[in-house]
């Protein structure tokens, strides 16, 4: 990182999932020069992905790190600098902005483009970790359509989960909902579309405890709280946790406006936030959607407003080098 050190650069991009790349892309496009800064897990939630297969362009479908190794290597082919590197503070009193990255390099910033993601909540189980991609998913409209006419479970009591039963029973034959309490937190809406679901069934004050198979999910262990009892479920191919996701926006609380989880919010029809130069795109400012696609596509959004602000403030910038002089 020494080749680097107090170099301002254009555009910093902190995050390498499809938002960062895409951005990265974009950027490198119209002559921005950025630099990427891939963050503790390069290429993002995708690293953990088997089979995508709802990627516009992939039709025989594609392995998730093979889809973010071709999104870096597009990239970089246009003059993006991809860099493994965590930035671990940002100074947001002036612009350029000062970032350090791994704690010891500092580098400025003219504008910022924060892609650092989201990431699913998990209930930290051994087997649940180990089948991840195998069986184990956070997101059923990702991974519903591999488990036709399959039972499934879904494990949560919220919107989120009930969202999940409903649209995996468009290809499961049947879906079991394990919850921990007697009754759901799901808004009455999304309960009452679940309850009327002949292909729902649910297991009240239960908890997964562990997931079977070596290779892929070959059942699950399911303890009532209660009694104590384990039901073992042979049957089970695929499991989907869906207890919430948490964006990776931590660096920026207090400083840009979020929502109650921790959501960026930007204005309307734009990646801009509260700040001069810094935009927000994919999962850390989507709490909705949650695609690969649609995260490249607020990267793409962010780069190109990125790139208006730059040429806005170009003038701006010439003057006050030409002050200093």
Not at 31 to 39: C, R, S
Not at 195 to 205: P, V
Not at 239 to 256: C, E, Q, R, S, Y
Request: glycine share 10%.
């Amino acid at each position: 990182m020494k080749d680097i050190e107090g170099k301002t650069f254009n555009v910093v991009i902190i995050g390498s999932g499809p938002a960062g790349l895409t951005a990265a892309l974009y950027a490198a496009r119209a002559d921005l020069e950025p630099i990427v800064f891939e963050g503790p897990e390069p290429g993002g939630q995708l690293m953990q992905t088997t089979d995508v297969e709802n990627y516009p362009g992939y039709p025989e479908g594609v392995l998730g790190p093979k889809m973010m190794e071709d999104f870096r290597k597009q990239a970089q082919r246009f003059g993006a600098d991809c860099r493994y590197g965590y930035v671990t503070d940002i100074e947001f009193d002036k612009r350029p902005y000062k970032l350090t990255v791994d704690e010891e390099t500092e580098v400025f910033a003219k504008s910022i483009i924060i892609s650092t993601g989201a990431e699913a909540k998990w209930l930290h189980l051994e087997s649940e970790q180990r089948l991840r991609g195998k069986g184990v998913s956070a997101c059923a409209t990702c991974d519903g359509a591999f488990f036709r006419n399959e039972h499934v479970i879904v494990v949560g009591g919220g919107d989120t989960a009930m969202e999940e039963a409903t649209f995996l029973t468009k290809f499961a034959s049947k879906v079991t909902v394990v919850h921990r309490r007697d009754e759901l937190r799901a808004s009455k809406v999304m309960q009452k579309r679940a309850f009327a679901d002949e292909k729902i069934e649910f297991m009240w004050n239960s908890e997964l405890i562990e997931v079977l198979g070596d290779q892929v999910v070959e059942g699950v262990k399911i303890k009532n709280r209660n009694t104590g009892d384990v039901t073992t479920l042979e049957d089970v191919t695929g499991v989907f946790v869906a207890i919430g996701h948490k964006p990776n926006t931590d660096l920026f609380k207090g400083v840009l406006t979020m929502d109650d989880v921790g959501y960026i919010q930007t204005k309307s029809q734009s990646t801009v936030t509260d700040l001069p130069g810094v935009f927000a795109s994919g999962d850390a400012m989507d709490p909705v959607y949650r695609q690969a696609v649609t995260a490249a596509g607020t990267g793409c959004r962010a780069a190109i407003d990125a790139e208006r602000f730059l040429a806005d403030h170009a003038e701006e910038e010439k003057e006050k080098a030409a002050t200093t002089a």
